[in-house]
């Protein structure tokens, strides 16, 4: 993975994050996904889904000299991951569809993204770590 395409990786995620929860939310208007799931999906965690957004562009720069800031973006994102699927294997996403097509979307989803970008995040940590490793060899 180069440079360029890590860094372009930060941006993507964080510009879906902020992105795809303020279309999917209407500007947080959209009272069914908050209904859907108020305890991760309230309108305070789907606020704080869009500050991780502006972390991950933050951090895009500047990925090399923040390893561990790294590794907490894996978490971050397989928590999100493991919730999604513990709702989507429980739960209808098809009655969420039938009371709003961007609500249904949303719950459709959010996890899968977040799964592609814990793989992505947890590639970049592992990296960083060889790339640390063979640093302290060479000294």
């Known amino acids: 993975m180069s440079h360029t395409f890590i860094r372009n990786g930060f941006i993507v995620?964080?510009?879906?994050?902020?992105?795809?929860?303020?279309?999917?939310s209407r500007g947080f208007t959209n009272a069914v996904i908050p209904e859907t799931d108020p305890v991760v999906m309230s309108n305070f965690?789907?606020?704080?889904?869009?500050?991780?957004?502006?972390?991950?562009l933050a951090a895009a720069r500047h990925y090399r000299q923040a390893k561990w800031i790294v590794g907490a973006f894996v978490v971050e994102k397989l928590v999100y991951a493991v919730v999604w699927f513990r709702w989507v294997t429980t739960h209808d996403v098809t009655a969420v569809y039938a009371k709003d097509l961007f609500a249904g979307i949303f719950y459709s989803v959010y996890g899968l993204n977040d799964f592609l970008f814990c793989l992505f995040f947890a590639a970049v940590f592992y990296r960083l770590h060889q790339t640390d490793a063979e640093s302290s060899e060479v000294a």
């Open 13 to 24: 995620s964080g510009l879906i994050n902020i992105l795809a929860v303020l279309l999917l």
């Open 45 to 56: 965690g789907l606020l704080m889904i869009t500050v991780w957004g502006l972390v991950f």
